[in-house]
């Protein structure tokens, strides 16, 4: 059985988790703009709970994003750092899957299709369409970041408009008020406080690596979704 780290810094929380020869240990807290010191503090942490050290694992795994520009570098540097020093394959995670996977395992009735929305500040939205019926998250079209009231019209390729029913998930759900009502008469569920998790990340990733997806430490890119992330466009 393999044995995987995991850690994810793309929003107002942090957390890791570490997937050992099939039990969990995690840490996740909600601290905004403390990822930077908190982040390996948290990892030796569930390391040591798990008495695993970093010669023990199979393979590092980070949400790639999108999310929050310097919460994705935090992860994104902690992660490559970890996979020189260990010499470990990476497996990346989107973030939006994550939110995906976890709503779909905890809602009470069978889910097939959870549309996960993340805020991306100035007027838009992260948001992906999924498919869960097989347990995994399966991204139907594209991720994208568009404005609140463009989620719908801008989702053919992604299938969202030939949903009868959805699950939604994320913080994007702030913008409850901008999305289109038809959208929104498709929600069977709504869960807006629900952030990306190191633990989904890492049932995600273990399912990957399984399945032989996975890069190497050069290779690590976080998605932002957006050249400008400093500004707002236009």
Known sequence: MT????????????????????????????IPRQHAAQILPMIHK????????FTDLDAI??????????????????????AYAANL??????????LAWQVSKNHTQSVNHVLSLIDARIDEIYWGLFDCSSGFPVLQGEEHLTAPELVYLASTESRLMNCEAIIATGSGLSYMDRLDSGLVSNMLACYPEAQPSASAIVHLADDMFRNGVHISAPEIVPVYLRDQVARKPG
């Open 46 to 53: 569930v390391m040591a709970d798990a008495g695993v050290e």
């Open 3 to 30: 044995t995987i780290l995991a850690l994810d810094t793309s929003g107002d929380a942090c957390s890791c988790a570490l997937m050992h020869h099939g039990q969990l240990f995690d840490s996740f807290a909600i």
């Open 61 to 82: 795994a980070f949400g790639q994003g999108p999310g929050s520009f310097t919460g994705l570098r935090i992860a994104a540097g902690v992660t490559q750092g970890i």
């Open 89 to 98: 394959p990476v497996v990346p995670v989107s973030t939006l899957a994550a």
